[in-house]
């Protein structure tokens, strides 16, 4: 197995799309927390968590592309014919993924270790920043278990595309979701029960709903624990759906 993780790993670094993502989101990084402090946010904590949202996209095209890219050069079917099972495919594909999904974002906010601490003004929320960056672990975990369902599940071309619009789409629906919640009680349009229970529990549910809660720029603030736990909920449904359908694959 962690021959299979190593060579799988190996393969990824290797791979062009994953170095031109890392070399976005370094450049992402530096670029968006000196805007953010032109602009007058001294805190920093804003351009800190904005990769949330933004990784959710680049996890889109590299993931599903990569996992799309083993299914059509035969790769995967040259794993199972050596005596790989298909367990041990999945799970080392969805770790892999993980794994690229924390070095991206790593990479996003590197600019902020250095340049943050010169450039902050004195009293920036620290404890908050870091319980915001310790949840996010899980929430990358949900979306990545999605992508992965998705990439080894799908094989063809153009389920990358569908994987970005599909992020998208998400977007606007959250969005637009998070918008409702907060119209004020007093106006025409103000969002009722029960259908205002539905909005809050799918953005605190759902990975795009998690990342924008993070990055604090939504209506909608659950507890931090609350999109925790639910970002490994949905993983772990997603990862035992992909599994099942994985194992009952028919792979040419």
């Known amino acids: 197995m962690r021959r299979l993780i190593s060579a799988d790993m ?6 062009g799309p994953f170095r031109l993502g890392g070399a976005f989101m370094a450049v992402y990084g530096f670029c968006n927390l000196l805007l953010h402090f ?19 996209y680049v996890q889109a095209i590299i993931a599903v592309g990569f996992l799309n890219g083993d299914h059509s050069s035969g790769g995967i079917k040259n794993k199972l014919i050596i005596g790989r099972t298909r367990g041990e495919v999945y799970i080392s594909h969805l770790l892999v993924q993980y794994l690229c999904g924390l070095i991206l974002s790593a990479l996003y ?6 340049l943050r601490p010169l450039l902050a ?5 620290e404890t908050e920043l870091l319980a915001r960056l310790g949840c996010y672990p899980a929430v990358l ?20 595309t569908a ?6 789409a998400l977007m606007c629906i959250c969005t637009r979701m998070d918008d409702g919640l907060a119209i004020p009680e007093t106006a025409p349009a103000y969002v009722k029960e029960p259908l205002r229970g539905v909005y ?22 659950s507890e931090l624990w609350v999109l925790a736990v639910s970002g490994l909920g949905v993983a772990f449904i997603a990862v035992i759906l992909g599994m099942i359908g994985f194992l009952r694959m028919d792979i040419e």
Do not use: H, K, N
């Open 200 to 221: 809050g529990l799918f953005l605190d549910i759902s990975p795009m709903g998690e990342a924008m809660q993070l990055m604090d720029t939504s209506f909608r603030q």
């Open 10 to 15: 190996a393969r990824l670094l290797r791979w």
């Open 121 to 125: 003004a004195p009293g920036a929320p």
């Open 163 to 168: 994987g970005f619009a599909g992020s998208f």
């Open 109 to 114: 906010l590197l600019p902020s270790l250095i």
């Open 38 to 56: 032109a602009l007058g946010d001294r805190q920093g904590a804003g351009a800190v968590m904005d990769f949330t949202v933004t990784m959710m």
């Open 141 to 160: 975990l949900s979306f990545t278990a999605i992508y992965t369902l998705l990439g080894l599940l799908v094989p063809r071309r153009w389920v990358t």
